[in-house]
């Protein structure tokens, strides 16, 4: 079964939602406008109910199947949020507000799952319930995770939950997907060092800490090539570095401060014990003092095996098995839907936007071609997941 025809036929619909909120950009919970037109949206297509204020600005709209025989609830999530920074694609849809800009394709996200709902809402070919999740704030806020502890999961009693991202470089119409972790855990890391300062003259009299800041950067990169498994990944940087306010002067401190990311719970982990070790005892061989503390942020997205072998069938189901790679390289980026997936089984995938600018960047667009393919997606994976006793 291809691109559903009834949802081919309102595709110009759905790019037209989407170029509306592509031209009005919102950051973290402050998506007002979105939800707004979100919430009124699931009103006019008829959904059952709708659950707004959830981490704010969060909005869910659960639709009825036919029969309700199974008793269960199939989650579909997008999230609404825009990117702190300024567009230079030139569409004549470009965001009006500048520092503001949808560089992420989250407006596509937003419009195929409300093109989900219509077409559930008006066709009802499934058993049970499905809930449209809408989050604000995926882009660093963690909005996912503030919907859970503001009571997601007791409001609606979801069996299952699915996610999706555009990707680009990856062909239209393809989708690529697969078992464990598809998205990276984003941890943070800040370094504390203190040494002792002084005259730049008298470099004797002092520890100089940007010595031990430099040194500690190239030192830092054998934990990745040198004590964990090859075969397992992980990527470790120093992003910034901060130290001293003169040129004649030795500061008395330096700052290190990075991310890690892995794709798996031990490699994190042993990551952060090693960075714990490593850091403090390294100074010290300088007659320096080092503190470390590290953050972590977004778990691992871990796709469960049953919910992905599902999915994959699924999106077979709509562009055809040379389609779909069931087996596509993880990415090292981060996904606040790891929060929804730590809480229940599912699967996230990625649907192909063509040869388009990479995501967060200023040229980035979302591929309103991609609509009718992941739209349809939605639908039979609803249709599928939940058939008519
Ligand atoms: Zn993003
Ligand atoms: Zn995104």
């Known amino acids: 079964m291809p691109v559903i025809n009834r949802i081919a036929e309102f595709q110009t619909e759905i790019a037209e939602w989407r170029r509306d909120l592509h031209a009005h950009p919102e950051v973290l919970f402050d998506v007002h406008r979105t939800a707004g037109v979100v919430t009124e949206k699931l009103g006019e297509f008829g959904c059952d109910e709708i659950i707004t204020g959830l981490a704010g600005t969060g909005v869910v709209g659960i639709i009825n199947g036919r029969s309700n025989v199974s008793g269960r609830t199939i989650g579909l999530r997008a999230d609404m949020d825009a990117l702190p920074m300024t567009e230079k694609t030139g569409a004549p849809y470009s965001s009006k507000t500048d520092g503001k800009m949808h560089a992420c394709g989250h407006d596509g996200h937003t419009a195929m799952l409300l093109g989900a709902a219509k077409y559930l ?12 999740i809408f989050q604000p704030a995926e882009e660093g806020g963690g909005g996912g995770k503030v919907m859970l502890e503001d009571g997601l999961l007791d409001k609606v009693a979801i069996d299952e939950v699915y996610g999706m991202h555009n990707w680009p470089g990856m062909p239209l119409g393809h989708f690529g997907i697969r078992t464990g972790g598809i998205m990276a855990a984003t941890d943070r890391f800040y370094i504390d060092i203190e040494g002792l300062g002084g005259h730049a003259a008298r470099p004797q009299q002092t520890i100089d800490p940007i010595i031990v800041a430099a040194q500690l950067v190239t030192a830092l990169q054998t934990i990745v090539s040198r004590n964990l498994d090859p075969l397992e990944s992980a990527v470790l940087s120093v992003t910034m570095i901060e130290a001293g306010e003169a040129d004649n ?6 700052k290190v401060t990075g991310t890690v990311r892995t794709l798996d719970g031990g490699v994190q982990d042993f990551i952060e014990a090693r960075l714990n070790e490593f850091v403090p005892s390294f100074a010290a061989s300088f007659g320096a003092k080092a503190s470390i503390r ?40 981060g996904e606040d839907f790891s929060f929804m997936l730590n809480e229940r089984p599912g699967a996230y995938i990625f649907l192909g936007n063509g ?35």
């Open 121 to 132: 809402a008006e066709t009802r070919n499934f058993d049970g319930r499905v809930a449209l």
């Open 249 to 254: 002067v030795i500061s008395r401190t330096a």
């Open 294 to 333: 590290y953050a972590r942020g977004y778990p691992v997205t871990v796709n469960a095996e049953a919910q992905t072998r599902f999915a994959a069938e699924v999106a077979r189901d709509v562009v055809g098995a040379d389609r779909v790679d069931d087996d596509v390289a993880p990415s090292m980026g």
């Open 355 to 389: 040869d388009s600018s990479e995501l967060h960047t200023d040229t980035y667009d979302f591929n309103d071609e991609a609509i009718p393919v992941g739209v349809s997606y939605w639908a039979r994976l609803v249709e599928k997941a939940l058939p008519i006793a």
